[in-house]
């Protein structure tokens, strides 16, 4: 089955940057989308951001020109840059690899944006 690992998670100071990365076990050249997702404290999981296979990508309002989702297929590596981070971001995010319909998902990474 395949596997997903996410990194790069950590406590920072508002207006700070972070950059999330999601390792695949298979060649994402062949995933039909590669999404992050986040679920903060007491609240349900919501969509961020999505790559497609052909390289359009789409964010959700909240974070909308201040991430930036990318990835590297010599890697098998999909991430997610975040910039001008705000407390509210503070959350476990999680990527996200749907092959020929089904849907696998990492264990998830901490993000903590102080105040």
């Known amino acids: 089955q395949v596997q997903l690992v996410e990194s790069g998670g950590g406590l920072v100071q508002a207006g700070g940057s972070l950059r999330l990365s999601c390792a695949v076990s298979g060649s994402i050249s062949g995933a039909n989308a590669l999404t992050w997702y986040r679920q903060a404290p007491g609240k349900q999981r919501e969509y961020v951001a999505v790559i497609f296979s052909g390289v359009r990508t789409n964010y959700a309002r909240s974070v909308k020109g201040r991430f930036t989702i990318s990835r590297d297929n010599s890697k098998n590596t999909v991430y997610l840059q975040m910039n001008s981070l705000k407390p509210e971001d503070t959350a476990v995010y999680y990527c996200?690899?749907?092959?020929?319909?089904?849907?696998?998902w990492g264990q998830g990474t901490q993000v903590t944006v102080s105040s």
């Open positions: 996200n690899a749907n092959f020929d319909g089904v849907n696998y």
